[in-house]
């Protein structure tokens, strides 16, 4: 087990060391997120605003999501550091985690980001501990199948098409249930409403976890 760890955070730590000279993914995301927020912060009336505020969120982490997750392997392709991971001594589950986990980060790293300036434009009075524990779960969700279809559609010619097609049919499950349980932590819901839905996403992220760790070394030996 240790072992398997050291390898995975290897593979991370490679992903940091590049993110930190390219500043590609993280930047890129950041800036989409933002300017999601922002123009919808204009776009609805100032009573309007906290009703909808959860949907903004979600829409601004899923679609800057999708962008980063999209860049993730077609910057190892297009340098090609893909055939150099696939010739280590390593089986295809540890590249998965590895690229996973680093895919996870990036995205925690523009929610941390995005909240607190959500909070702010919307001027919502609210900041719950179970906001946190939601966007966490979903982002797992979106980085274990995201991960997945990246290296899946960076062999296609119309890549940047293919990881949408192939992305929201599966992961809209974990949208839903993230947008529903991030209404009713708004709205100063109870505990026992909220639970279904962590239920969701952590089944959710379970099974994808998975079942892309076991399928992830034929898809990327294609």
Do not use: H
Not at 185 to 211: P, T
């Amino acid at each position: 087990m240790k072992k398997f760890l050291g390898k995975v955070l290897a593979i991370l730590w490679k992903d940091i060391l590049a993110e930190l000279r390219t500043r590609d993914i993280v930047v890129s995301v950041l800036v989409f997120a933002l300017l999601v927020i922002v123009i919808f912060n204009f776009a609805f009336e100032p009573e309007r605003v906290g009703l909808v505020a959860c949907g903004v969120l979600w829409v601004a982490l899923t679609f800057a999501g999708v962008l980063g997750l999209s860049r993730s392997f077609v910057l190892e392709k297009d340098k090609g550091c893909l055939e150099g991971l696939m010739l280590c001594p390593v089986d295809g589950d540890v590249i998965y985690f590895g690229k996973m986990v680093g895919n996870l980060s990036f995205m925690l790293i523009v929610a941390i980001i995005v909240l607190p300036i959500l909070f702010i434009l919307f001027n919502l009075p609210i900041f719950r501990p179970e906001l946190v524990l939601i966007v966490v779960l979903a982002t797992i969700g979106f980085a274990s199948v995201g991960t997945l279809f990246s290296a899946l559609a960076v062999n296609t010619k119309a890549r940047e098409i293919m990881l949408p097609m192939l992305f929201f049919p599966i992961v809209t499950p974990v949208i839903i249930a993230a947008v529903k349980a991030s209404g009713i932590v708004l709205q100063g819901g109870s505990l026992s409403n909220l639970s279904i839905w962590l239920q969701v996403m952590a089944a959710f992220d379970i099974i994808f976890l998975v079942v892309s760790s076991l399928v992830f070394q034929f898809i990327i030996e294609e």
